[in-house]
């Protein structure tokens, strides 16, 4: 194999790559390490501020990894220890690494509660904690990933941090700073998965859209690199049971601004008339169902499978007569009942200590399959064919019970998406997703062909980023919940808000023992927490403040849902925050606090 070697690094990358906080005894360390080298590059990543030079510097380093290598480095550039379509988790929060990591290191926790405590960073914590306690070995990248492995495979709290406490103690503090950013999901240096794209592009000579297409459909940011390392990125195929990420649609406040998006995509063509698709939005969750004569399954916006949740829709499912791949919402619904998405959600429960919230259903609740897509028909995919042929080919279609298609409107101007938009809401919906017939399916992204009109309704999709003790009867639960949005530019989650009020006491008690089993750094009654639970955040404005590292604050923040079906990559962004705030600063801000009573097909 290659060896992980970085070539041309600025002295200032160097420097970095480095680390300027390294002891002498790290600084100076002989062991050749592959992982050390992942992890000096994503330092030295970390302290660039220009977006080419990561990319430069990242294909630099890419070139020089093998294929193995380099599908488990770009996996890990991601944040994450397994691929995203691996639906497997590590079940190691903060309380199993925190232990490890003063047994490695053989601190007091009065002195590892002092390091964490100035940090506020489990990374940099790691590296402090470490620096010079450890004795390093060399530690390949083939054996981090056998690590994580056993490390899934170890049953129970004690079993983790003994292997891990084992680990870190054999490597250097830089090496363990990485190994713990991994494990947290948190890696912080300012590397998306887009610049990731671009950094593979780069590296091995590939067209960026092939990259993107190929990741698009595989699901696997190392598989693409893998396959555009060896000139093979055209055997990246949409293959059934094997998801895709959904095609997502851009927000816009209201039916003039979404008009105005599709006019001027069309300015080139002015000969062209403007039609538009539009359907309900429903209040549901995204589901990708997959469907061949011998077997059926169902997965989750975030590509996990949640076939057993719905084993009464899979059960349907098997009565479809064709192989099949359909996008749709599952949502909460009885003949002569209108169900509401908090009824959904008791389908949606998690059970014990775990870390997958669509574990353990136990409610009763009727759902349907609202289709509103078909990716793949009989052996073909249709990712590179309109949706006007995807869903003729849909209208073809038999469906079983408690499936049904989404009903298109064909809309022509901005005044008549406004008519349907209040069609929608009459009939309980909450918005519109406005569609161009002529484009195709793109995994993963949003683009200016698929919008979203939820403008009545002013809520966020946040990530909870720290968790506060309650007052009065609260004072032993964490009912306090600081949230953040997505700066799309850097990767950052910048707070917006904090909220308390909106969660049954079930559901505050659930949270309690999660974000325990989940601290990223404990300050005593306000807890840093690892960014993963996502909340839909109600409010009745949005405007600049300095409060906030966002530079926005909400007022009157409220929990609508505990949003279990989406993971943080999905989270609304900043810019989409700024431009309701900018919306809200021409308009006489109304009282955005109308419910939501649920679905209604």
Request: charged share 30%; net charge positive.
């Amino acid at each position: 194999p290659k060896k992980a070697v970085v070539t041309d690094m600025s002295p200032a990358s160097s420097k970095a790559a480095a680390g300027t906080t390294n002891s002498a005894k790290d600084r100076q360390s002989p062991i050749d390490s592959e992982f050390r080298g992942f992890a000096e590059v994503g330092e030295a990543i970390a302290a660039m501020p220009a977006k080419l030079e990561k990319i430069r510097f990242l294909a630099n380093y890419l070139r020089t990894l093998n294929r193995d290598q380099l599908s488990i480095a770009t996996t890990y550039f991601t944040g994450r220890a397994f691929t995203q379509s691996d639906h497997r988790t590590l079940q190691v929060g903060g309380s199993i690494v925190y232990r490890a990591m003063v047994d490695a290191a053989k601190l007091s926790d009065s002195e590892f509660r002092r390091i964490a405590h100035s940090h506020g960073d489990a990374g940099k914590t790691a590296f402090e904690a470490l620096d010079g306690r450890t004795k390093p070995e060399p530690f390949s990248l083939a054996q981090s990933r056998d690590f994580f492995e056993i490390l899934h495979r170890a049953r129970g709290p004690s079993a983790k941090i003994e292997l891990l406490q084992s680990r870190l103690t054999r490597l250097s503090a830089r090496e363990g700073q990485y190994l713990v950013k991994i494990l947290t999901g948190d890696l912080r240096i300012g590397l998306r998965e887009g610049l990731l794209e671009e950094a593979i592009a780069r590296a091995f000579k590939e067209p960026l859209a092939q990259v993107k297409e190929a990741n698009m459909v595989l699901g696997d940011i190392g598989a693409t690199a893998a396959l555009a390392s060896q000139k093979q990125l055209d055997r990246a195929e949409l293959s059934i049971f094997r998801p895709i990420k959904c095609m997502l649609a851009t927000p816009e406040p209201t039916a003039e601004a979404v008009w105005e998006r599709f006019v001027n995509a069309k300015a080139s063509a002015a000969d062209t008339a403007t039609t538009v698709f539009v359907e309900d939005k429903f209040d549901g969750i995204r589901a990708q169902l997959h469907r061949s004569a011998q077997r059926v399954e169902i997965y989750s916006r975030d590509l996990r499978r949640i076939t057993d949740q719905f084993a009464d829709l899979a059960e349907q499912a098997r009565k479809f007569e064709q192989e099949l791949i359909v996008d749709g919402e599952i949502i909460a619904f009885e003949e002569g009942r209108r169900l509401t998405f908090f009824d959904l959600q008791k389908r949606l429960g998690r059970k014990g200590d775990s870390a997958d919230l669509f574990e353990g259903s136990t409610a009763n609740i009727p759902v349907a399959f609202t289709i509103f897509d078909l990716l793949w028909l009989n052996g073909h995919s249709l990712l590179k064919t309109t949706l006007r042929e995807r869903r003729e080919s849909l209208r073809t279609l038999q469906l079983p019970r408690r499936f049904q298609r989404a009903e298109v409107f064909p809309a022509r101007s901005a005044v008549e998406i406004e008519q349907i938009f209040q069609q929608a809401r009459r009939r309980l919906n909450e918005g519109l997703m406005i569609k161009d017939p002529e484009s195709f399916y793109s995994p993963g992204r949003r683009g200016m062909f698929w919008f979203k009109l939820k403008k009545e309704l002013a809520t966020l999709d946040v990530v909870v980023v720290a968790a506060e003790l309650g007052h009065g009867k609260r004072n032993n639960v964490l009912s306090d919940y600081t949230f953040a949005v997505r700066d799309e530019t850097s990767g950052e989650l910048l707070p917006i808000g904090k909220a308390y009020s909106g969660l049954t006491d079930a559901e505050i008690a659930e949270l309690t023992e999660y974000f325990k089993q989940n601290t990223i750094v404990d300050r005593g009654r306000y807890r840093e927490v690892k960014p993963d639970i996502v909340l839909e955040i109600a409010f009745n404005s949005i405007q600049p403040s300095s409060r906030h590292a966002s530079g926005l604050a909400l007022r009157f923040p409220r929990i609508k849902a505990i949003r279990r079906d989406k993971n943080v990559d999905a989270i609304d962004t900043l810019t989409y925050a700024r431009g309701l705030a900018a919306q809200q600063a021409k308009e006489v801000v109304q009282d955005s606090s109308v419910g939501r009573d649920g679905p209604q097909l």
